[in-house]
């Protein structure tokens, strides 16, 4: 057997045991160094993550409890969720906040807890989701997080009585990571 062959060998081989080790399976999401409260309760896996790329409606209204004061309210989202290699793979949109897959099953959800994600960025969420509506990738899941939350913070432009009523839209993305009971 010539060199070169015992080297084709060689790395076929090694490619084979490679791909016993999980070598092509994505890494699973850490949720390790997010805060405590927006973490999702031990007994759950991850079992599809998103990345969420859109808009946020923001509506200039009156604060409530004080008088003559205004601010900007969030009036609800509207988002291609995206899998890591960028194919759609369903949408998020409300009120209420709803995500819906592309084989057509969908759930909506509860806050459970949000923490802080620097300056400008719409912070880390945790929900609780209510039951899926239709069969598919949503059936099942028990909890979303919201991470690497980017942009979406409400206008800074001025909210005031001129102004009520108006809509600003702003960009985010976020990564919508999707759990069920193991």
């Not at 790395?11 to 791909?19: D, K, P, Q, W």
């Not at 160094?33 to 923001?58: C, F, N, Q």
């Not at 998020?92 to 709803?98: D, Q």
């Amino acid at each position: 057997m010539s060199l070169r062959t015992l080297g084709v060998i060689a790395a076929a081989a090694s490619l084979a045991a490679c791909s016993g080790m999980g070598m092509n399976q994505p890494m699973a999401y850490s949720q390790a160094s997010l805060p405590d409260p927006v973490k999702v309760p031990t007994g759950h896996r991850v079992v599809m993550e998103t990345v969420g790329a859109g808009d946020i409606t923001y509506e200039c209204r009156a604060k409530a409890d004080a008088a003559g004061q205004h601010e900007w309210v969030f009036v609800g989202p509207d988002a291609k969720l995206m899998d890591r290699a960028g194919k759609q793979v369903g949408k998020y949109w409300g009120p209420p906040a709803t995500w819906e897959s592309m084989d057509g099953s969908k759930l909506t959800g509860a806050q459970v807890a949000v923490a802080p994600n620097g300056t400008g960025n719409i912070p880390y969420q945790l929900v609780k989701a209510n039951p899926a509506m239709g069969n598919g990738s949503m059936t099942g899941v028990s909890y979303i997080q919201r991470v690497a939350t980017r942009g979406g913070t409400a206008p800074a432009m001025a909210c005031g009585a001129s102004s009520m009523g108006q809509k600003q839209v702003v960009k985010y993305q976020a990564d919508y990571i999707f759990y069920r009971p193991m």
